[in-house]
């Protein structure tokens, strides 16, 4: 879910349909832990789907598939992060906008992810250039 750590990447994945680690991941990359001070509130299933307009089953399969993040409570029912209904909204538009397959969306979520760390981490040390390289 969201609370993993910050240099993690999509293959640090965890809950119950998790990615695993891919052999020559960058390991190296520096690393934040971040603590949370107030419990995040958890949404069911159901709560997602309403949210999301998507089928019950279909956030199931996308669970087993490793495309959504979630754990499971005391009594065993699936629960979310506040977050799940955009995760589940962005790939609906690459599903649809693309075409992609459900495997290659796990691709590009993973992608997407990794280069959401690399701008950041640029970002961080005031390398990056307004202008584009000039290659």
Do not use: K
Request: charged share 20%; with cysteine; net charge positive.
């Amino acid at each position: 879910m969201n609370d993993r750590p910050a240099g993690a990447g999509g293959g640090g994945r965890t809950g119950v349909g998790a990615r695993p680690v891919r052999a020559g991941a960058d390991m190296t990359a520096p690393t934040a832990v971040r603590y949370a001070l107030v419990p995040v509130p958890r949404l069911s299933l159901a709560t997602v789907a309403r949210r999301s307009g998507l089928h019950p089953e279909l956030i199931r399969r996308f669970v087993a598939l490793g495309l959504v993040d979630a754990e499971r409570d005391s009594a065993g029912h699936l629960v979310f992060d506040p977050t799940a209904p955009a995760v589940l909204a962005r790939i609906q538009r690459l599903r649809s906008g693309l075409c992609l397959n459900y495997a290659s969306i796990g691709l590009v979520l993973d992608l997407l992810d990794r280069i959401s760390l690399l701008e950041s981490a640029l970002r961080g040390r005031g390398t990056r250039r307004e202008t584009p390289p000039w290659t």
